[in-house]
């Protein structure tokens, strides 16, 4: 499709285009006044031409613009004699601004003197304003990096503070760990202090001077022993004999106790929700927890105030604090009206060793001691407290699915065995063995000792005792396994198992009858009839210890 | 970092009388290229730029050590003393010729005399001063250096700059004008445009020669006058240059003028 050809623009004179480009444009003489300037400028300025020419070219420049020009453009138009695009601000007849990009160039004579300076202008107010929105923009990055800065610093000095935490937690787990080893030692020696003690006390034809001797050293054998447990309870290392225990019943039994610990000034309070479970834990190293918080809570309280034992179910969700598995747990909460923690107390009141009490009053250890319990036991102890306004520690116990039986109070007088039984006694170390052989003896029972579970196994091809009575932690084959291949060899066969500590796979269940070493005569003797009641002994399959297939 | 390098300092010469000569707001020492090279026969000239302009060290700018005049006025100071000068004739334009007044304030002792070039101890109008500027008008100049500066940043720059095969470049006006971090200068134009050291004008008891140029547009003529009767020992010379920079649209007749007032 053709049409006619397009008209030519009309011919421009050059005055035409001077005038009308679309560009201002200006002349100036050597002393800054005006020469000579297009139509379109003075249009843009609202000025008429005649207007402007004679004028100081300063007074078509903003206040701002005259320092710029002054500081910055005559220097360089000096040198150079040129100048380009640079921004200034005009200023038109009725005082509003007029954003401008200028470019300049010098007029100089055949002689090379300057004659003035010759001026492009160019409107630059849109791009003004685009400049301005980015200036912003810019402004407002800037502010937001550092905003970004200061959370990342933030973030940094949060991550080191949790890392000192860490630190210090993994200290503890050390100390820990050493304590547990070393406990565990003291209480190989114990065994044998206890056991002579024991045996002394009884067979013994001593005087009443050298039976009072021997009084005090079992005392302070078993304050040691005590002590023993409570490392070990904070290492997480005791041996627990976990069992469904009714709360409620054991707070009723021990609130004359709790009464005399904390004084008469203190008013004891139990409630009891509807539907509390059993819990499953050691009844006595529970109490001795107790014990220990409601001491905590009278120095807390200054042996004034109220002491209430909360005991109800606790339903533990995903993401409960005490991260435990989710599932109903019994709960038992010891809530003083004392004096709190502030949030630095609190943070450690968990450490062991770490006590807000003075010197010689506090071994640090209660709070310690109750919270490794509970996490050994499956649970977890939490504490809540505010200055001012009082502490709560809540001790978190798994339920039981057992029902709870009352507890035995073993008749005290004559403990020797009704039937002599002959016993294999399995124990590295040979003073350990020879008191709990003199025990067994001392019970009415045939002993024959050996020192590792090779050895025993040796013994078990041909004959088979009425029962094994073997030490856990054994280098090369431990009793857990020893019992093993013991029962596979003779199916039904009763094992006992001592042990210092014992927090190993394979006996955190309760499998095996245990007794925690040290012990006394009478614990020894309850403890054989515990292994020798059918019940107790649901078989220890060799798959579970890691020995293959199990027998039927 | 040494005070020479901070502020780039520069010593030629063959004289043993020191002449420092400090630039103003929006140079740097190449400004007095035209000037200085007169004095070296019978001067120690000494040439520097303000921290933030030219070649100075830029990683010594501190906002808050330079968000006022005393921040320059300690570093020329600082210069004067690491190269051990003694009757410092001190030749300052504009904002230096502040600094120098403020210098020679401080530390009498150190200056033989100081020479203001086209300089106003107060820009802004105040009752019946006449500074020649509203604090509107410096914001105006704040708008047009930052779109002026805006694509002429330090970070899209220094290729041109920092060529040492061409070296011309960094010689040449516009290469300080390129060199001219946009953030300093919008902070130095601050120090310079909004200060007020009029009180301070009485202190300079050093012998002063106040040069005054015809249709400053900065420096408005009543500035000069008001310097001069302030100044307890001073000379004024209005030249018959015009505009702000005399030193480099008249240098000779910036270098009489300097000339004869040492003579005297």
């Given at each position: 499709?053709t049409?006619?050809?397009l008209p030519?623009?009309?011919?421009e004179?050059?005055?035409?285009?001077?005038?009308?480009?679309?560009?201002?444009?200006?002349?100036?003489r050597?002393?800054?006044?005006?020469?000579?300037?297009?139509r379109?400028?003075?249009?843009?300025?609202?000025?008429?031409?005649?207007g402007?020419v004679g004028?100081?070219?300063?007074?078509?420049?903003?206040?701002?613009?005259?320092?710029?020009?002054?500081?910055?453009?005559?220097?360089?138009l000096?040198v150079?004699?040129?100048?380009r695009?640079?921004?200034?601000?005009?200023?038109r007849?009725?005082?509003?601004r007029?954003?401008?990009?200028?470019?300049?160039?010098?007029?100089?004579?055949?002689d090379?003197r300057?004659?003035?300076h010759?001026?492009?202008?160019?409107d630059?107010?849109d791009?003004?304003?685009?400049?301005r929105?980015l200036?912003?923009e810019?402004?407002?990055?800037?502010?937001?990096?550092a905003?970004l800065?200061?959370?990342n610093a933030e973030?940094?000095?949060?991550?080191?503070?949790?890392?000192a935490?860490l630190?210090?937690l993994?200290?503890?787990?050390?100390?820990?760990?050493?304590?547990?080893?070393?406990?565990?030692?003291?209480n190989?020696l114990?065994t044998?202090?206890?056991?002579?003690?024991d045996i002394l006390?009884?067979k013994?034809?001593l005087?009443?001077?050298?039976?009072?001797?021997v009084?005090?050293a079992a005392?302070a054998?078993?304050?040691?022993r005590?002590?023993v447990?409570?490392?070990?309870?904070?290492?997480?290392?005791?041996?627990?004999?976990?069992?469904?225990?009714d709360?409620?019943?054991?707070?009723?039994?021990?609130r004359?106790?709790?009464?005399?610990?904390?004084g008469?000034?203190?008013?004891?309070?139990?409630e009891?929700?509807?539907?509390?479970?059993?819990a499953r834990?050691?009844?006595?190293?529970?109490e001795?927890?107790?014990?220990?918080l409601?001491?905590?809570?009278?120095d807390?309280?200054?042996?004034e105030?109220?002491?209430?034992?909360?005991?109800?179910?606790?339903?533990i969700?995903?993401?409960?604090?005490a991260?435990?598995?989710?599932?109903t747990?019994?709960a038992?909460a010891?809530?003083?009206?004392?004096?709190?923690?502030d949030?630095?107390t609190?943070r450690?009141?968990?450490?062991p060793f770490?006590?807000?009490?003075g010197?010689?009053?506090?071994?640090g250890?209660?709070?310690?001691?109750?919270k490794?319990?509970a996490?050994?036991?499956?649970?977890?102890l939490?504490?809540?407290?505010l200055?001012?306004?009082?502490?709560?520690?809540?001790i978190l116990l798994?339920?039981a699915?057992?029902v709870p039986r009352p507890?035995?109070?073993?008749?005290?007088?004559d403990?020797?065995?009704?039937?002599?039984?002959?016993?294999l006694l399995?124990?590295d170390?040979p003073?350990?063995?020879?008191s709990?052989?003199?025990?067994?003896v001392?019970?009415g029972?045939?002993?024959?000792?050996?020192?590792s579970?090779?050895?025993?196994?040796e013994?078990?091809?041909?004959r088979?005792?009425d029962?094994?009575?073997?030490?856990?932690a054994?280098?090369?084959?431990?009793?857990?396994?020893?019992?093993a291949l013991?029962q596979?060899?003779?199916?039904g066969?009763?094992?006992l198992l001592?042990?210092?500590?014992?927090a190993?796979?394979?006996?955190?269940?309760?499998?095996?009858?245990?007794?925690?070493?040290?012990?006394?005569l009478a614990?020894l003797a309850?403890?054989?009839?515990r292994?020798?009641?059918?019940a107790?002994?649901?078989?220890?399959?060799a798959?579970r210890?890691?020995?293959g297939?199990a027998?039927n | 970092?040494g005070?020479l390098?901070?502020?780039?300092v520069?010593?030629?010469?063959?004289?043993?009388?020191?002449i420092?000569?400090?630039?103003?707001?929006?140079?740097?020492?190449n400004?007095w290229n035209?000037?200085?090279?007169?004095?070296?026969?019978?001067?120690?000239?000494?040439?520097?730029?303000?921290?933030g302009?030219g070649g100075s060290?830029?990683?010594?700018?501190?906002?808050?050590?330079?968000s006022?005049?005393?921040g320059y006025?300690?570093?020329?100071l600082?210069v004067?003393?690491a190269l051990d000068?003694?009757?410092v004739v001190?030749?300052?334009?504009?904002?230096?010729a502040?600094?120098g007044m403020?210098?020679a304030?401080?530390a009498?002792g150190l200056?033989?005399a100081?020479?203001m070039?086209s300089?106003s101890?107060?820009f802004?109008?105040d009752g019946?001063y006449r500074?020649?500027?509203?604090?509107?008008?410096?914001?105006?100049?704040?708008e047009?250096?930052?779109?002026?500066?805006?694509?002429?940043?330090?970070?899209t720059?220094p290729?041109i700059m920092?060529?040492?095969?061409?070296?011309e470049?960094g010689?040449r006006?516009t290469?300080?004008?390129?060199?001219t971090?946009?953030?300093i200068?919008?902070?130095f134009?601050?120090?310079?445009?909004?200060?007020?050291?009029?009180?301070?004008?009485?202190?300079c008891?050093t012998?002063?020669l106040?040069?005054?140029?015809?249709?400053d547009?900065i420096?408005?003529?009543?500035?000069?006058h008001y310097l001069h009767?302030?100044l307890?020992?001073s000379e004024?010379?209005v030249m018959?240059a015009t505009g702000?920079?005399?030193?480099?649209s008249?240098?000779?007749?910036t270098t009489?003028?300097?000339?004869?007032f040492?003579a005297?």
């Open positions: 499709m049409g006619a050809p030519d623009p009309p011919r004179t050059i005055e035409e285009l001077y005038d009308h480009a679309p560009v201002g444009y200006i002349t100036v050597a002393d800054g006044t005006v020469a000579r300037v297009n379109t400028l003075a249009e843009w300025l609202r000025f008429a031409p005649e402007l004028q100081p070219l300063r007074s078509v420049l903003t206040p701002g613009a005259r320092i710029f020009f002054e500081t910055h453009c005559a220097p360089i000096q150079e004699g040129v100048l695009q640079t921004a200034l601000d005009l200023r007849a009725d005082g509003t007029l954003p401008a990009l200028v470019d300049w160039k010098r007029l100089d004579d055949a090379g300057l004659l003035g010759r001026l492009m202008v160019v630059s107010s791009r003004r304003a685009y400049e929105e200036l912003a810019r402004e407002r990055a800037r502010l937001a990096a905003e800065a200061r959370l973030l940094e000095a949060r991550v080191e503070a949790r890392t935490e630190v210090q993994q200290k503890i787990e050390t100390l820990g760990q050493l304590t547990g080893g070393v406990a565990h030692d003291f190989n114990l044998p202090i206890m056991a002579c003690l006390s009884r013994a034809k005087d009443d001077r050298n039976a009072r001797l009084e005090v005392e054998a078993e304050r040691a005590l002590l447990s409570r490392l070990l309870a904070f290492a997480r290392r005791q041996r627990l004999e976990a069992r469904p225990v709360l409620p019943a054991l707070m009723a039994e021990m004359d106790l709790v009464a005399r610990s904390v008469p000034m203190v008013q004891i309070r139990i009891v929700e509807p539907d509390l479970p059993p834990v050691d009844r006595n190293q529970l001795l927890a107790v014990l220990n409601c001491v905590n809570a009278r807390a309280m200054g042996g105030g109220r002491l209430t034992f909360g005991l109800f179910p606790a339903l969700g995903e993401g409960h604090r991260q435990l598995l989710p599932g747990y019994a038992l010891v809530t003083d009206t004392g004096a709190g923690m949030e630095a609190l450690h009141a968990t450490e770490f006590t807000t009490k010197p010689g009053r506090g071994t250890l209660g709070l310690s001691m109750a490794g319990l996490q050994q036991s499956g649970g977890e939490m504490v809540d407290s200055p001012g306004q009082g502490t709560t520690v809540t798994p339920r699915e057992e507890a035995e109070i073993s008749a005290p007088g403990i020797r065995a009704r039937q002599t039984l002959s016993v399995v124990d170390e003073l350990v063995r020879a709990v052989a003199r025990m067994l001392e019970l029972h045939e002993v024959h000792e050996v020192a579970g090779p050895e025993a196994l013994l078990l091809r041909d088979v005792p029962l094994i009575v073997t030490d856990h054994m280098p090369g084959m431990t009793g857990t396994v020893l019992a013991a596979e060899r003779w199916p066969l009763p094992v001592l042990s210092g500590y014992a190993l796979a394979g006996m955190d269940g309760g499998a095996l009858p245990c007794l925690a070493k040290p012990c006394s614990q309850e403890a054989l009839d292994a020798l009641a059918p107790a002994f649901p078989a220890v399959s798959e210890v890691g020995l297939a027998k | 970092m005070v390098r901070r502020n780039n520069k010593v030629s010469g063959d004289g043993t009388r020191p420092v000569f400090a630039h103003g707001f929006g140079c740097d020492y400004a035209a000037m200085a090279p007169g004095f070296e026969r019978d001067h120690r000239v000494v040439l520097f730029d303000h921290v302009a060290d830029l990683s010594a700018y501190d906002s808050g050590k330079y006022i005049f005393d006025v300690n570093d020329a600082e004067m003393t000068l003694r009757d001190f030749v300052g334009h504009s904002a230096a502040t600094i403020l210098a304030g401080m009498p200056f033989a100081v020479v070039v300089p101890p107060c802004i109008d019946d500074g020649g500027f509203s604090r509107e008008d410096i914001e105006g100049l704040i047009v250096l930052d779109s002026n500066f805006l694509g002429w940043s330090r970070a720059a290729a920092g060529t040492p095969d061409r070296p470049l010689e006006l290469g300080s004008f390129c060199r971090d946009p953030d200068a919008r902070e134009a601050r120090v310079v445009f909004l200060s007020d050291h009029r009180a301070d004008v009485p202190r008891r012998r002063s106040v040069l005054q140029t015809q249709a547009m420096a408005p003529v009543e500035v000069g009767l302030h307890p020992d004024l010379v018959e702000h920079c005399p030193h480099m008249a240098p000779e007749e009489r003028a300097i000339r004869s040492l005297r």
